[in-house]
């Protein structure tokens, strides 16, 4: 006998278990199936390790400018083993907390592998044996893994993904990172601040970049003042391997140049885990291992949604939980805004950190619009002087016609906590008249985002 559920959510990350929470608060009767960790890749393997990690980083570098605040540090060392156990422990301490909210909420837990045999049932490969569950709704919400292409493939010995680099079995003495989005340049970041000799290849003409080009130019130069290589327009061809060395083979400039390196991290994007469970034969439509959704993350394949990870991007975790809410509130019978992948905002937690909302002022024009555009520089604010953090920049972009904000993007210190107030304002369709109305507190970082909605309308203070 079969079990039934209203819903039976497959993956336990950022994205199935809020939908699994979600659709239990609207009284619904609720499975959730995770093969290997609750709380998936982001709070085992991803975000939170990674942020755990960079922490030990940030106080190290500070550690190291203690004379410029009136301190003394004598015999600044890290230990590697110490800083993984604090990262590791965090990951732990929220694994168990999801399994906490999974009992608080009445989701029926099951470990173990999933598979869609038919419409509305599921299959589930456990220690035990098998089970079937049947449900009207199934959210499938199974993430995805580091892409690897072919020739550098990770080994865990020289070659390492993030899941490596998380738990690496040594210190790189000098790195090679291969691809610059958030977590090539999160892990390059991390690990040139303790000291590895840090190069970034990548295959476009600037790092970051999906983010504003002048965003890009800022980190870069940052990057470089820190010891750091880039590489752009480059293309690592070939690795060879050795017991203490990777040997790379790198194109730039349609030559082949050869570097050689101690350890090698491989950050070029992810493919999402859609294989193997049966979704073609129901009618679900993959794009490049992503399966295809609307905007409401209905697939091809009725009574199945697909969210987070293993479909349209941009692949965040706060844009999977908010899916995954969104998704539970529709199967209940309401009538929940679509998720806007534009007003989903991304951040970076290198050094100095980096966060955008919105489109870019040359997405912007793309797209036909007029534009008024407003910067304001980290040394212009009081705060950001006193905290010694005065390097960074806040960029926003306006509908010329309208004063609708179509982007903001940021680089400097705590920039991934003050994009939030973009985006709530985006959400509200605040026009610039609203925001320059705002009174802001003083002495805060927030100020610059005040001065930068005042600069792109000639009427900036500070400056």
Request: glycine content about 10%; proline content about 3%; overall charge neutral.
């Amino acid at each position: 006998m079969a079990d039934t559920f209203d819903v039976i959510v497959i993956g336990a990350g950022p994205g199935g278990y809020v939908a699994a929470i979600r659709a239990s608060q609207l009284g619904l009767k609720v499975a959730i199936v995770e093969r290997e960790h609750m709380g998936g890749i982001c709070l085992n393997w991803g975000c939170i390790p990674t942020k755990a990690m960079l922490r030990s980083s940030e106080v190290f570098h500070l550690m190291h400018r203690a004379k410029e605040f009136g301190l003394s540090a004598d015999n600044i060392a890290f230990d590697l083993d110490a800083v993984v156990k604090r990262s590791r422990g965090v990951a732990k301490q929220l694994n168990s907390g999801v399994g906490h909210l999974m009992k608080k909420n009445k989701v029926t837990v099951f470990m173990g592998a999933a598979t869609l045999p038919a419409k509305g049932k599921v299959s589930v490969k456990t220690d035990k044996g098998t089970e079937v569950l049947t449900a009207k709704n199934i959210i499938l919400a199974t993430g995805a893994r580091a892409r690897e292409l072919p020739g550098l493939e990770a080994d865990g010995k020289r070659v390492w993904t993030y899941k490596h680099a998380l738990v690496p079995p040594h210190m790189p003495k000098k790195l090679l990172v291969i691809g610059s989005g958030a977590i090539g340049i999160e892990f390059a970041s991390f690990y040139n601040t303790l000291g590895a000799d840090t190069t970034v290849v990548e295959v476009l003409d600037r790092i970051l970049p999906v983010e504003d080009a002048e965003i890009s130019a800022f980190a870069e130069k940052s990057f470089k003042k820190q010891g750091m290589k880039i590489m752009a327009k480059a293309m690592v061809k070939k690795l060879d391997r050795a017991a203490d060395k990777v040997t790379a083979h790198i194109e730039v400039g349609g030559k082949i140049e050869t570097h050689e390196f101690d350890t090698v991290i491989s950050a070029v994007g992810i493919v999402a885990n859609s294989e193997g469970l049966g979704l073609e034969a129901l009618g679900a439509k993959i794009d490049r291992s992503f399966v295809v959704t609307d905007e409401y993350c209905r697939s091809g394949a009725e009574g199945l949604y697909v969210i987070g990870d293993a479909t349209n991007g941009p692949w965040l975790a706060h844009k999977a939980s908010h899916e995954g809410v969104m998704v539970a509130e529709l199967i209940a019978g309401g009538h929940p805004h679509a998720v806007k992948p534009e007003q989903i905002a991304g951040c970076t937690y290198c050094h100095p950190q980096v966060a955008s909302v919105g489109l870019t002022e040359a997405k912007a024009k793309e797209r036909g619009y007029q534009v008024k555009v407003g910067r304001f520089p980290f040394i212009g604010n009081g705060k950001a002087i006193a905290l010694g953090e005065p390097e960074g920049m806040i960029k926003t972009v306006f509908d010329a016609k309208t004063g609708e904000l179509l982007g903001a993007h940021m680089i400097g210190a705590e920039v991934t906590e003050l994009i939030q107030g973009y985006v709530i304002g985006q959400k509200l369709e605040t026009t610039e008249a609203d925001l320059m109305e705002t009174v802001f507190p003083h002495p805060t970082l927030s100020e610059m985002m005040h001065e930068s909605v005042l600069d792109a309308y000639g009427r900036v203070i500070h400056l």
